[in-house]
Antibody
Framework: EVQLLESGGGLVQPGGSLRLSCTASGFTFTSYAMSWVRQAPGKGLEWVSAISNAAVSTYYADSAKGRFTISRDNSKNTLYLQLNSLRAEDTAVYYC?????????????WGQGTLVTVSS | EIVLTQSPGTLSLSPGERATLSCRASQTVSSSYLAWYQQKPGQAPRLLIYGASSRAAGIPDRFSGSGSGTDFTLTISRLEPEDFAVYYCQQSRTFGQGTKVEIK
């Protein structure tokens, strides 16, 4: 069974930083690209970032470029998202997601999400 | 940048009725990278359809997807109580704004 468990969310002041983590199990982590998608309270889904299976390629939404960094540690089956220079509009549930093989960046499995709140 | 427009915003139907949800792209897109997701309150989204018309594993056959070019459709043939939720389409890195299917 595929499981994705996010952690690292919380309350942070504007301009602050957080690092989100996602521990994966139930599939061969090294074989799949991974992604982060966020959802502001009461709003729709927004694709944020993705990384290829070997971490050779990374991709970002315009809203994330220059502020967020995606990475992965294949030895630990863990995906990361470093969030810097956070703004109020970054407040959202951040979902870790497994990319559907051969259909990048569509998603076949989602974690339960971790809430990031940016507020003073 | 591609924009996906879903309609209607809200669909009010009764159990047993047919639901037809639309996802329109602002330009021609590849159907290979078109997906539909279901999201219930407090839950993560769930993949229903990928490649515009292929059902994901474990998805009941009352869910079907169709379309090409700029116009895509998700059809739920007979609504079950558990189908009342918000549905999103995705094409590549873009999501639609969602359609809420609510009980009439």
């Amino acid at each position: 069974e595929v499981q994705l468990l996010e952690s690292g969310g919380g309350l942070v002041q504007p301009g602050g930083s957080l690092r989100l983590s996602c521990t994966a199990s139930g599939f061969t982590f090294t074989s799949y690209a991974m992604s982060w998608v966020r959802q502001a309270p009461g709003k729709g889904l927004e694709w944020v970032s993705a990384i290829s299976n070997a971490a050779v390629s990374t991709y970002y939404a315009d809203s994330a470029k220059g502020r967020f960094t995606i990475s992965r540690d294949n030895s630990k089956n863990t995906l990361y998202l470093q969030l810097n220079s956070l703004r109020a509009e970054d407040t959202a549930v951040y979902y870790c997601a497994k990319v559907l093989g051969g259909s990048f960046p569509l998603i076949d499995y989602w974690g339960q999400g971790t809430l990031v709140t940016v507020s003073s | 940048e591609i924009v996906l427009t879903q309609s209607p915003g809200t669909l009010s139907l009764s159990p047993g009725e047919r639901a037809t949800l639309s996802c329109r792209a602002s330009q021609t897109v590849s159907s290979s990278y078109l997906a539909w997701y279901q999201q219930k309150p407090g839950q993560a989204p769930r993949l229903l359809i990928y490649g515009a018309s292929s059902r994901a594993a474990g998805i009941p056959d009352r869910f079907s997807g169709s379309g090409s070019g700029t116009d895509f459709t998700l059809t739920i043939s007979r609504l079950e109580p558990e189908d009342f939720a918000v549905y999103y389409c995705q094409q590549s890195r873009t999501f639609g704004q969602g359609t809420k299917v609510e009980i009439k």
